[in-house]
Structures are given as C-alpha cells and as structure tokens.
C-alpha cells in the first residue's frame, strides 16, 4: 500500500530537548516536504527536499533542520524545541514537486 | 506573496442539502489549485487539481471549479460521510515546490 509513515504520532516533551520526527514514503517519490498546522492558520511549509541531498527552507524553517540522505526518508529535528513549537506537523511526498502532494496521518507534538 | 482564503470557516448542513465553499486565491501565474480533504486526526486527502479557469472537475458528490479568482467546491446532496474539513492550496508557476494553503472550511452533514 502506497503510504507517508510518521513516527512517533503524538509526543509530549520539555524545552531543550533534542527530538527528531520520521517521515518515510514508499513510493519513489522525489519531491518531499514537511508542513505544521496550526488552528487559523492552516498548513504552512517548514522545508522541502527536490531529491536526495537537495533541501531548502520554506516559509516557516526557524528553529527546524532536515535531512536528505535516502530518497524515502525526510526526517524533521528539532535541536531545541520550545513551546511555539507546539504543532500538528504533517510530512508530505510526490513523484514530482507540481503533482498532488500525499500526506502521512500527522505528528502531533506538545513542548512544555 | 501566495495568499489564499477559504469561507466559510464553518458549515453545518442537513443530509441532502446542497452547498458550496468558496477559495479565493492572489498568486502571481496560477501552475495549479488543489483541493484536499482532511478527517480527523487523518493527514489531508487529495481530491482535485484545476489548472485553469473554466475548468471543472467532479468526484461523486462534489464538483470544483475555477475562475481567475476564486475556486468553489459544490457539494451536491451531502451525506454524513462528507462531513470533513476541505482545505484548498495554490502553487504558483515560478513556485512550483511549493503549496500555499487556505484555512479551510470545516464541513458537517447531519443526517
């Protein structure tokens, strides 16, 4: 079954402490991207990958960082989290970048 | 700057009741409009993209369509497994790594 697996799905944690979200797709897709949803806002972009080794940043990357080494793996980390931190995050992939995007069921994260 | 706004925020309709929402959308050269359904606790769904205005897609009970502006989503004799929420997204032709999305509007059926 084509899917986005993220893990863990829900996490409560304290400021200052290293955690890294996983995101792996099973579908080939070269294009991938991580988003947070916050109430009012709707999903907003954190970064993108285009292909393995290549990632930017999209309109919300502070105090986030990725990685790109495999083509089915884009974890999230966050060095230092604090509690704007907060979210509903959802990683995203697609063969391409212009190509509807397919949604793993969200990550779920407090930061106390 | 994308920016794409979604009315209403809510809506609550009887089983059977059509309605439509609405997605109006600023982006500079349109590549494409998405629209997504979300359930609870699930990641968004894709549904449809549109392209260009005029065009028309449908899916069962829903129908989307573009103009220049705005894009709407008809839902046509609503049952209660369409209750969701219905997120829209542009991505713009110089930003195609990139969606911008709506707030989305929050959609329950009652039977």
């Known amino acids: 079954e084509a899917q986005v697996t993220q893990n863990p799905r829900y996490l409560i944690t304290v400021t200052g402490k290293k955690l890294t979200v996983t995101c792996s797709q099973n579908m080939n897709h070269e294009y991938m991207s991580w988003y947070r949803q916050d109430p009012g806002l709707g999903l907003r972009q954190i970064y993108y990958?285009?292909?393995?080794?290549?990632?930017d940043k999209g309109d919300v990357p502070e105090g986030y960082k990725v990685s790109r080494k495999e083509k089915r793996n884009f974890p999230l980390i966050l060095e230092s989290p604090s509690p704007n931190q907060t979210s509903l995050y959802f990683c995203a992939s697609s063969r391409r970048s212009n190509q509807p995007q397919h949604f793993g069921d969200g990550t779920r994260l407090s930061i106390l | 700057e994308d920016q794409v706004t979604q009315s209403p925020e809510a809506l609550r309709l009887q089983e059977g009741e059509s309605s439509s929402l609405n997605c109006s959308y600023t982006v500079s050269g349109l590549r494409g409009l998405f629209w997504y359904r979300q359930d609870p606790g699930k990641g968004p769904e894709f549904l449809f993209t549109?392209?260009?205005a005029g065009e028309e897609k449908e899916k069962e009970r829903l129908k989307a369509t573009l103009t220049k502006k705005e894009s709407f989503l008809h839902i046509t004799a609503p049952k209660p497994e369409d209750s969701a929420t219905y997120l829209c997204a542009v991505q713009a032709e110089l930003d195609d790594y990139k969606l911008s999305f709506g707030a989305g509007t929050t959609v329950t059926v009652r039977a």
């Open positions: 990958s285009m292909n393995v080794e290549v990632t």
């Open positions: 549109l392209y260009s």
